[in-house]
């Protein structure tokens, strides 16, 4: 199913474990703040009304997508978590540029569900356009943040 067809903030809380318990790290791409900023604010928000608590949310910023590999991986090595969200908004420009950051991206997020024991949540928008982008971070589609702290919370729990 599309985005268009969903909005990405619908969760039923009686489906979500509580995360009262649980420790978050939230990795935050400076490149387009106006979308980044809007994730952010929409995963927190998604992780506290499921019962996360102010101090168990850890949050650090990186400049770009690209970097949000090794922000994550060297978060996961420092901090005690549970679940860490990459959040990240790219958007198409004049040259191939979009292809490889969303690209290496994708793929370094991959990785590091492989290779670390800590689950590593895709809160990465790739857009054609800055509308597409707000329309996903808090308009009309909802936003892709709530729906990264829902899975992260499914995911620090997996298998209990
Ligand atoms: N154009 C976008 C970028 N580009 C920057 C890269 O992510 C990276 O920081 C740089 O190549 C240095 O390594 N990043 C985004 O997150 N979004 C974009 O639209
Ligand atoms: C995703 C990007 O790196 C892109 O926004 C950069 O823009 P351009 O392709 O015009 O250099």
Redesign the pocket.
């Known amino acids: 199913m599309a985005t268009e067809n969903k909005n990405l903030s619908e969760y039923d809380k009686d489906t979500i474990p509580n995360a009262k318990d649980l420790r978050f790290g939230i990795v935050v ?4 703040s106006n979308i ?1 900023e809007g994730l952010y604010d929409g995963a927190e928000a998604a992780l506290k009304d499921c019962g996360a608590q102010d101090s168990n949310i850890i949050r650090w910023n ?7 590999t090794f922000g994550c991986k060297k978060m996961i090595r420092q901090e005690k978590l549970d679940a860490v969200i990459a959040i ?6 004049e040259t191939k ?2 292809d490889f ?1 969303c690209s290496a ?1 994708a793929q370094g997020i991959k990785d590091l569900n492989v290779q670390e024991e800590v689950p590593v949540i895709f809160c ?1 928008l790739t857009d054609n356009t800055m509308q597409q982008a707000m329309n996903r971070s808090g308009g009309k589609h909802g936003n892709k943040g709530a729906e990264a702290a829902i899975a992260a919370i499914k995911m620090a729990v997996l298998g209990r």
């Open positions: 791409s400076e490149w387009n980044t990186v400049p770009g997508s690209f970097e949000l990240g908004s790219v958007i198409q420009g540029h979009f950051v991206t990465v």
